[in-house]
């Protein structure tokens, strides 16, 4: 008896958000006319990185490294203090910083300059937060429901999160903070951004109706490895992948349905390559092929027009 197809679907809402995308546009024009240093990982994809890298571009970690004029800030942001460090050392610097992640920087400083304790919601030794964090005198960094039984007394708690946390976690950890610390006034700015939003509901819906979850990002991507939670949670199996040479025919062997997603620091040719390759392997286990299914065609580069919250 011949087996089912198995069928493809890509979600609703996936791949390179428009922070991302004129990060890369930024740094690829910056480097025709004259070398360029990047402080840091632009984004967190092994491909993107590796392409800039054959355009002549430089990555460093430290400032005392760099042999360029100029230098750019990646997509993730960096403190006024780490800003400051290169413009002293005679740098021109180029910012890259996603405008949802200055949003970001901008609402903690409100909430700082009102009289809040500022507490951020994030994975701590992230570049972005420790943007976020660097030019603050005191602050709390959390990232699990558990640990706010471990903040410090205040009367009122500004709270913000890093852009490309689970939306729901970080609304699960300001309700309890307003639980254990009736008293005070728990003050939340919503940072998390709009792409990562739209990305982790897409996982949600595409986690429901699939067996199998295929996340194609960057390893060091939090946005990625958040799908790949998503995912697990509501029922599937998920495998983080960075590209379609990591794929295993194994793992799909007896099931009949498998989604797409990617972290939106992904490029579009990656997503595609992975989709090829998931043909393929559909075609070696039943002989016929597969089925492919878009939740919404080319959703994913309308996702870039998305502004702030």
Not at 205 to 214: F, M, N, P, Q, S
Not at 248 to 276: K, L, Q, R
């Amino acid at each position: 008896m011949q087996r089912k197809t198995m069928k493809i679907t890509r979600a609703q809402h996936y791949g390179m958000c428009f922070g991302v995308r004129d990060a890369i546009s930024l740094a690829k024009a910056q480097t025709q006319d004259e070398p360029l240093t990047i402080l840091g990982d632009l984004v967190h994809n092994e491909q993107v990185m590796a392409d800039l890298k054959n355009r002549g571009v430089t990555i460093e970690k430290d400032v005392n490294e760099i042999r360029t004029k100029k230098v750019m800030i990646t997509a993730h942001g960096a403190s006024r203090k780490r800003i400051n460090e290169v413009e002293s050392k005679g740098f021109q610097v180029i910012e890259a910083t996603c405008p949802l992640v200055r949003h970001a920087h901008n609402a903690l400083g409100r909430l700082v300059s009102q009289g809040y304790f500022p507490v951020i919601i994030g994975q701590g030794g992230h570049v972005e937060v420790k943007g976020m964090t660097e030019d603050l005198e005191e602050y709390s960094l959390i990232e699990e429901v558990e640990e706010v039984k471990g903040l410090p007394q205040h009367p009122k708690y500004g709270v913000v999160a890093q852009t490309t946390q689970p939306i729901q976690k970080v609304r699960e950890i300001v309700e309890r903070m307003r639980q254990q610390f009736p008293g005070s006034q728990v003050k939340f700015s919503d940072t998390v951004c709009r792409p990562t939003k739209d990305r982790q509901i897409a996982a949600e819906t595409l986690a429901k109706e699939c067996d199998i979850v295929i996340v194609v990002g960057g390893k060091n991507s939090n946005n990625t490895r958040q799908l790949v939670i998503k995912s697990q949670s509501f029922g599937a199996k998920a495998y983080h992948v960075q590209g379609p040479e990591e794929l295993d025919g194994s793992w799909f062997s007896g099931y009949e349905t498998v989604g797409i997603t990617a972290g939106t620091s992904t490029p579009s040719e990656i997503v595609d390559a992975v989709e090829e390759e998931l043909e393929a392997i559909a075609s070696r286990l039943s002989g016929r092929g597969a089925a492919t299914e878009f939740a919404v065609p080319a959703m994913h580069s309308q996702a870039g027009l998305l502004r702030m919250d």
